[in-house]
């Protein structure tokens, strides 16, 4: 009770020195209060555990396999390259070769990291957009990769499916 009256005492105050005094005590007071009501909201925090998801789709998967096979072709490559230098005698010719054989291997190296590169960040998007649907659907303000919350939040991870 005798903190209201000297809130109202300042509050009512007309001496001139007062009214920064006034000012500041109302930022103070409005300042507790927001800080009070944040305080009091409850927010709801969710964790997905991102490396399992990325494990258990399909997508990722398959593109494994893909990725898997193209590297297999371009093994090939390097046998064949190997064989086709090792009949040639010309010193010339072995140059030409290693030169066409070099391109070629960085072609289509640099084509397949690209594809990869692409579709990692395809599947990568699907992933966080079914992440943003399942918090919007939810009502949950925040979702955390599980491996940078020390404790809480609910862990959603299994809700996730990712196409």
Not at 119 to 144: C, G, H, M, T, W
Request: no cysteine.
């Amino acid at each position: 009770m005798a903190m209201w009256n000297i809130i109202l005492r300042i509050i009512k105050s007309k001496r001139k020195g007062d009214f920064i005094m006034k000012k500041s005590f109302m930022i103070m007071l409005l300042s507790f209060f927001l800080a009070s009501n944040y305080a009091q909201a409850e927010n709801s925090i969710a964790v997905v555990d991102l490396q399992k998801i990325v494990s258990n789709s399909a997508q990722v998967k398959q593109l494994k396999q893909e990725h898997s096979r193209k590297m297999d072709e371009l093994n090939k490559i390097i046998i064949n390259a190997r064989g086709a230098i090792a009949n040639e005698t010309d010193s010339n010719k072995i140059l030409k070769l290693e030169e066409k054989y070099t391109n070629e291997f960085n072609t289509k190296k640099s084509l397949l990291e690209k594809e990869y590169n692409a579709k990692l960040e395809s599947i990568e998007r699907n992933i966080k957009s079914e992440i943003a649907k399942k918090a919007e659907k939810d009502k949950y303000d925040f979702v955390f990769a599980k491996s940078v919350v020390l404790y809480g939040g609910k862990d959603i991870t299994d809700e996730i499916h990712v196409k």
